[in-house]
């Protein structure tokens, strides 16, 4: 038997791919910024054993029909809301995604997003590049405190916890609220299971970390915003389709909240002239979260690992199926 085809849906650096290379027979999408057009990967799926894809193909039940070989999809994300995981257990196909390797990146970037958005960062930082500073003033460009302020973070899984330790470090009351409630991490980062209308009410931060379900499609909607302090800032690292966009705009535009960060957007890339983009209360990011260098790497890696797992043998090393 040959080696397995690996069809990977965007060019990867060479010297990531080389201890593999005994292994596999790679095929790959030449694009560097640019995804594989959908007619190239169904024809690739059909002689692929494995393919390492990224959040930006959707894997459905088309491509699964289309594969005849395939036995397994290393998705190049924690988040895995791009592939039909019923489809993939119906054909026998096992997927799997890159949890813990992006952890404290992307809450690293969080909080970045967080603390831009509390103290106007991009606002003054083009203030100063527009040559408007010609004078300081006691309210040019204040903010918002960070330090001794109240998060609420939605959703409180690896990601969340990571926020929760760095918040901690900023003196800040941690509420969150998580579809079960996590008495360990109550413990031991001595953070607050609250009712996600209470934690609306209550935080001066709300930031988003829910995975995208049939459950939390939208659940930032007109009402969220409205049970939110009119001081609040919104922030956004998980999926933007966990986000209403026009009631988020509302919200804004009528002062419901003070301001929001998102680095995830419902349609992605979002259009540039998408009105939240020209709102000077919202930052907003290219879908960055996990963008490190180190990490990029290490989830690709993690990915080539869980590849060479399944055609060994073995279990793979992170399984969502
Ligand atoms: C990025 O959004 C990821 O899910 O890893």
């Not at 909080?111 to 606002?123: D, G």
């Not at 001081?231 to 929001?260: K, M, P, Q, Y």
């Not at 349609?267 to 939240?276: C, G, Q, R, T």
Request: net charge negative; charged share 25%.
């Amino acid at each position: 038997m040959g080696k397995p085809v690996i069809y990977i849906t965007r060019k990867i650096p060479d010297d990531i791919l080389q201890p593999y290379q005994d292994s596999f027979n790679f095929r790959m999408w030449a694009g560097v910024d640019v995804p594989v057009p959908r007619d190239v990967l169904l024809r690739e799926a059909a002689s692929a054993d494995g393919i390492l894809c990224l959040l930006t193909e959707k894997v459905n039940r088309e491509v699964f029909a289309a594969a005849n070989n395939l036995k397994i999809v290393a998705n190049m994300a924690v988040g895995y809301d791009n592939i039909d995981v019923d489809a993939a257990r119906e054909h026998n196909v096992v997927v799997t995604n890159t949890p813990d390797v992006l952890t404290e990146t992307t809450a690293d970037l969080t909080f970045a997003l967080l603390m831009a958005a509390a103290r106007r960062i991009v606002e003054a930082e083009k203030y100063i590049s527009d040559d408007r500073w010609k004078h300081w003033s006691p309210y040019l460009l204040a903010g918002s405190d960070v330090h001794g302020k109240k998060i609420g973070i939605v959703g409180m899984g690896r990601i969340g916890e990571a926020v929760a330790r760095r918040a901690k470090g900023f003196g800040m009351t941690i509420l969150y609220h998580n579809r079960s409630r996590k008495n360990q991490t109550e413990q031991e980062l001595g953070v607050f299971y609250t009712e996600f209308e209470e934690l609306l009410n209550k935080a001066d931060y709300v930031v988003s970390l829910v995975p995208m379900t049939d459950e939390t499609k939208k659940m930032f909607d007109r009402k969220a915003f409205q049970k939110m302090k009119s001081t609040a800032i919104f922030i956004n690292v998980s999926r933007g389709g966990v986000v209403d966009e026009g009631a988020l705009h509302d919200a804004l535009t009528e002062n419901e909240i003070r301001g929001a960060g998102l680095d995830v957007f419902e349609n992605e890339p979002i259009a540039a002239d998408h009105p939240l983009l020209q709102m000077q209360n919202v930052v907003c990011l290219p879908h960055i979260g996990s963008a490190s260098i180190e990490t990029r790497t290490k989830m690709l890696k993690l990915c080539l690992d869980n590849l060479a797992a399944v055609f060994d043998g073995d279990d793979p090393i992170t399984p969502v199926t």
